[in-house]
């Protein structure tokens, strides 16, 4: 009757016991291969938008044509101001400012123009934020820049550099350049649902900048 | 007699126990496989359509429209990566098409639109849940819109 009782549970332990690593082992399959799903996906988002960040630069990278034709240096400002002669002033910038906001919605296909600027699919959780937009313009007579920074609220500062500079990304300024960042929160792993994200208001935000120099 | 048949149904209700979580988890494994197949190469083909729009963009700016030639061109690149139904339209603001006859000035804002399809095995995913997708086999829909002012 023992031993009869004895058998019986030490086949019923291994049954169990079969079974119960074999779900484990597929469920940790089935996390690694979500992870590398989500891993490609959120690549795949991070080079477009990448993307569409160098497309805006380039888009508004209008130089003062008067300046030019004076000076030989790419001077970066609004595109209704193209025949007026550069100044280091902040008004000749904002419509570039203006103007990459514009070119954004269309590049990065969001939802709504002005703030807040915003896209939802699975990936991403709500608003664009423009963390840094900022002008370098380059004279290279004097080797020096004039350096315009703007941010979601808008005109922030205008500094004046020389020697080696480099963007918030850590990537050095080669002549006259423009960087652009932005921000949004990213869903996670099984893309919860907006009332989910802001209710738990632990999403991961997104911060991707992209840095082109303005060529002709 | 008993016994053996004791025997018997034993192994059955083991093996049932052993095996349907399996199969049932199995089957889920292969399915996110082949999602995650037919999501990576749309992904990548999408990039290099993307590739050929940044170059065609660059001849937007600087001669401020894409005559026939220009479109053919394009065209015979996204072609060559296998995309079908291709349509690229250039406009300015007013919505008139840039075609050469009609050009940019500098300074004016214009609207490129690529609309093609690519083939692949292509998933329909519902925007809120990652596990509402199904299979499409007759390719993916690919609309690139992208905005720049003119530099010519």
Same mark, same amino acid.
């Given at each position: ?21 074999? =779900? ?26 990448? &993307? %569409? ?7 508004? #990278? ?11 240096? /790419? ?28 070119? /954004?919605?269309?590049? +990065? ?25 900022? =002008? ?20 922030? #500062? ?8 480099? %963007? ?39 911060? =991707? ?8 | ?24 988890? +199995? ?9 995650? /197949? ?33 479109? %053919? ?22 919505? &008139? ?24 095995? #292509? ?9 509402? +997708? ?14 720049? =002012?003119?530099?010519?």
């Amino acid at each position: 009757m023992l031993k009869r009782l004895k058998t019986f549970l030490k086949k019923k332990s291994e049954g169990m016991m079969g079974s119960t690593t074999a =779900i484990l082992l597929w469920l940790l399959l089935i996390l690694i291969v979500t992870f590398i799903f989500m891993t490609t996906v959120y690549h795949a988002v991070s080079s477009s938008v990448r &993307n %569409a960040l160098t497309d805006s630069n380039l888009a508004v #990278s209008t130089i003062s044509l008067k300046s030019f034709g004076e000076t030989q240096d /790419l001077l970066v400002c609004g595109k209704s101001n193209s025949m007026t002669t550069y100044t280091d002033d902040h008004s000749l910038t904002d419509e570039v400012y203006a103007d990459y906001r514009d070119v /954004l919605v269309v590049n +990065m296909e969001l939802d709504e123009a002005g703030p807040p600027m915003s896209k939802t699919n699975f990936v991403y959780g709500g608003a664009v934020t423009v963390d840094y937009f900022i =002008i370098y313009n380059y004279h290279a007579e004097e080797d020096k820049y004039d350096v315009f920074t703007y941010n979601e609220a808008g005109f922030v #500062s205008l500094t004046h550099e020389t020697g080696q500079i480099f %963007a918030p990304n850590g990537k050095r300024v080669y002549g006259t350049s423009i960087y652009s960042q932005i921000s949004f929160p990213v869903r996670g792993y099984f893309a919860r649902s907006d009332n989910e994200y802001n209710t738990y208001g632990d999403g991961i935000t997104a911060h =991707i900048g992209q840095l082109s120099a303005v060529t002709l | 007699m008993k016994k053996i048949k004791l025997w018997l149904k034993q192994k059955n209700e083991g093996s049932l126990y052993d095996f349907l979580p399996s199969l049932v988890i +199995m089957l889920a494994v292969a399915i996110m496989f082949f999602a995650f /197949l037919g999501i990576f190469s749309v992904v990548s083909l999408n990039e290099e359509v993307k590739q050929v729009v940044r170059s065609s963009m660059l001849l937007v700016e600087t001669q401020g429209y894409l005559d026939s030639g220009d479109i %053919a061109g394009i065209e015979s690149q996204l072609t060559a990566l296998g995309a079908t139904d291709i349509t690229v339209t250039v406009k300015d603001s007013g919505g &008139n098409v840039l075609n050469g006859t009609t050009v940019a000035p500098y300074g004016d804002d214009i609207y490129f639109d690529l609309y093609c399809t690519i083939p692949a095995q #292509s998933l329909n995913q519902a925007a809120t849940n990652l596990f509402a +997708m199904s299979f499409n086999n007759d390719g993916y829909e690919l609309h690139i819109a992208r905005k720049t =002012i003119s530099k010519c």
